[in-house]
């Protein structure tokens, strides 16, 4: 009897997610296969409004490293890409579907997906019950911890972590709650492949060492409103004037309503900026290649990274600040990126720091800092890494790396730095507590009675 074809589906979302697969398919990351289809899945809050990835410029490049592109939006539709997940009655039907759907057949199956522990990614492990997975990562959540918990019927399958090597030195956490080994994709494959995104001919404005400002549509997820995200956007390009750049460039996130353009266009011709906003769906990579910008500015964007680690150009960052302060709950998963960022780059408004392209913690100061802030986040999922929390924060909480936390995190961890030094000397007791309790239920009687 003939032994089953492997069919390996790669499932992405981004064009630089799809780039990342094709650097690991050109280093031999994967086994042999009789089959590859990449799995495109369109994750935007309205996906009929936006460009997937498959019909992005550049994408033509990357298609031959697989026998099929299939569509994960046509295959559940009208279910969204990332809040439908199979019932657990359902997980058998839905995988006959997808077989025939798809020409599976008996095939072997093997999966390699981003962001294993949300959907769509989760609910394809999901439906294809028992078969290896592989987990790449295409930004800078991979160095910090799990989001959620996950099952471990799907966490067990994971055999590795496949990341770039945006901060060199730096191992990942994400996953190692079930022994995951991380695997770095090599920095010369990825660049390779970023190169045959830059030779596709798209169209693009012709401009020489511009400041590049990368947008983020960062009210999309609740974290600063739309006011407040063009308000940042407009500091950006503020700060390029300050240092000196004539010529900006904006590339808006692919998402981001056009009134921002409009608003930057308004303020560049206040300050005598000349603003050149992109319309055309590309990678900041493709940019970095084309116009070899003398400055990148953003706010914790994974191109920020690739521009100083991958190209050598100089980039800094501003809002991070801000973002640190707003980010909620503290597990939110954009934490950690936020640190890294925060902690590497020059603030945009340092001239000094951003002329110098000076670092900020060194690789083993952010792997210790990186330790108690995922903790602090996922306790529960990393209990291991309650001693590093707490030596980090015994010996290292100052007015600096304050911002890295909350006071009120601490205190429910029973972390160092919960309460002021002065009040250490109280014991932490259940009388304690009860006292404490009692003093505020009487103290707002108090203040009942003198409004009545």
């Avoid at 002065?422 to 007791?429: E, G, H, K, W």
Wanted: net charge negative.
């Amino acid at each position: 009897m003939a032994s089953p074809r492997t069919t390996q589906i790669f499932l992405a979302s981004t064009l630089y997610g799809a780039a990342t697969l094709a650097a690991a398919l050109d280093a031999d990351r994967f086994g042999p296969a009789d089959r590859r289809i990449l799995l495109v899945s369109n994750n935007a809050a309205t996906p009929e409004t936006t460009t997937p990835l498959d019909e992005m410029p550049g994408f033509e490049r990357l298609r031959g490293r697989f026998d099929e592109v299939r569509s994960w939006n046509e295959a559940i539709s009208p279910f969204h890409p990332g809040g439908w997940a199979p019932r657990g009655d359902d997980v058998v039907l839905w995988e006959r579907y997808v077989r025939m759907l798809w020409d599976l057949g008996d095939d072997d199956i093997e999966l390699a997906v981003e962001s294993i522990q949300v959907n769509p990614a989760l609910a394809l492990a999901q439906i294809f019950t028992g078969v290896p997975v592989d987990v790449y990562a295409d930004g800078l959540m991979s160095y910090g911890p799990t989001r959620n918990k996950i099952d471990p019927l799907v966490g067990t399958r994971v055999r590795r972590l496949l990341h770039l090597d945006l901060v060199p030195g730096l191992t990942p956490l994400l996953l190692t709650e079930f022994g995951v080994e991380p695997e770095v994709v090599p920095t010369d494959a990825f660049v390779k492949v970023l190169a045959e995104l830059g030779e596709e001919e798209t169209e693009l404005p012709d401009i020489e060492a511009p400041a590049l400002v990368l947008g983020q549509y960062l009210s999309a997820l609740s974290i600063l409103t739309p006011e407040e995200e063009e308000e940042l956007h407009i500091s950006m390009v503020r700060g390029a004037a300050a240092l000196g750049h004539t010529h900006v460039v904006f590339k808006p996130h692919p998402t981001a309503p056009a009134r921002w353009s409009r608003a930057l266009e308004k303020e560049a011709g206040a300050i005598g900026v000349e603003l050149t906003v992109l319309d055309t769906p590309v990678l900041a990579e493709v940019l970095y290649q084309r116009m070899r910008p003398a400055l990148v500015v953003g706010c914790f964007s994974t191109a920020l990274l690739t521009a100083s680690a991958l190209y050598g150009l100089p980039a800094a960052r501003t809002g991070t600040d801000l973002l640190l302060e707003r980010l909620a709950p503290y597990q939110n998963s954009n934490r950690v990126p936020v640190t890294i960022v925060d902690a590497l780059l020059p603030e945009l408004t340092e001239r000094a720091a951003v002329a110098a392209q000076e670092a900020g913690l060194g690789t083993g100061e952010l792997t210790n800092l990186l330790k108690a802030v995922g903790f602090a986040m996922q306790p529960q999922i990393y209990p291991r890494l309650r001693p590093d929390a707490e030596r980090y924060l015994a010996r290292h909480l100052d007015a600096t790396t304050w911002r890295y936390f909350k006071r009120r995190r601490l205190t429910a961890l029973a972390l160092p730095g919960a309460v002021p030094s002065q009040l250490a000397f109280i014991p932490r007791n259940a009388a304690v507590r009860r006292v404490a309790r009692r003093a505020r239920s009487v103290q707002r009687s108090l203040k009942r009675t003198a409004l009545g």
